[in-house]
């Protein structure tokens, strides 16, 4: 049964096949999911995302769950934020550290379904943490904020520090998305938005499942069906992924190091982020 205020939940877990699990679970009780795989990666994720409840492995590699949530308590906006340690450890001792740095609460792999919906059921969010949704003539509005690249290539040669200020890179990048929706995979979105944070590039994209995989992620095998929903878009994106790599080096001038992809096969919102080799240089 699907929750009665829909959530916003990441899951960082660096198992693939149980975040993804976990991920569909959750998502099948009517939540909005991002799923990665990775605690580096989670901080710039949780910034866009915002999400209300995060279920955090403890032993990932690199940045451990513990140091996950500790850096992510000291964040603007996510000291209340429920954190829900998730991991295959049953020692007391480890529970204790997770709470210790922050932890909401421990649950043990493989997780209950009863532990998942108590907790589910357990966030309480305010209203002004789920806007209402926007009309569609304002969201069309907002994907209006493009700058084609001709335009922004005539701009940066006109500046001594041939350089675009982030406002105008994010246009750049908004209007190459678009075009690369239209000429490459055929649909164009209601929602983009892009932003520069540090040496990351997140990229939101709204409203762009297609009736057929509306219906696929419905089918008789909703778990088959949106497991090939997202192998589907991920192999789109990895074909495409030089365009889109030279689409973002040109608009923000630094070379793109790696590419992560999610789409929430519930909500449609799709979600790219590039690490960046470095933080770009805005003018």
Request: with cysteine; charged share 25%; net charge neutral.
């Amino acid at each position: 049964m699907p929750t009665a205020t829909p959530l916003r939940v990441l899951i960082v877990d660096d198992n693939r096949d149980g975040a993804d699990a976990l991920g569909l679970l959750v998502e099948a009780l009517g939540n909005q999911v991002h799923v990665t795989y990775g605690g580096t990666q989670a901080l710039g994720v949780a910034t866009a995302f915002r999400p209300d409840l995060m279920f955090v492995d403890l032993v990932m590699p690199g940045m451990d769950g513990c140091d996950l949530v500790k850096r992510f308590r000291q964040m603007p906006g996510f000291a209340k934020t429920t954190v829900v340690a998730i991991t295959g450890l049953k020692d007391d001792e480890y529970k204790d550290l997770a709470k210790q740095a922050g932890c909401n609460a421990v649950i043990v792999k493989p997780a209950a379904l009863a532990d998942i919906k108590t907790i589910l059921g357990s966030v309480v969010v305010s209203p002004a943490d789920h806007p209402p949704k926007r009309t569609k003539e304002r969201a069309s509005r907002e994907t209006e904020q493009r700058l084609p690249m001709v335009e922004a290539r005539r701009i940066r040669s006109e500046r001594k520090s041939k350089n675009l200020t982030q406002a105008e890179s994010e246009a750049a990048i908004c209007d190459g998305i678009i075009r690369f929706q239209e000429e490459y995979q055929g649909w164009r979105s209601e929602r983009i938005h892009v932003h520069f944070i540090n040496d990351l590039l997140v990229i939101r994209i709204l409203g762009v499942l297609t009736l057929a995989e509306r219906q696929l992620s419905q089918s008789s095998s909703p778990e088959s069906g949106r497991d090939l929903i997202k192998q589907v878009r991920k192999r789109l994106l990895e074909l495409a992924r030089p365009m889109l790599e030279s689409l973002v080096h040109e608009a923000a001038g630094v070379k793109v190091s790696s590419m992560h992809h999610d789409i929430s096969t519930v909500t449609g919102e799709e979600m790219v982020i590039f690490s960046l080799a470095a933080a770009p240089r805005f003018e």
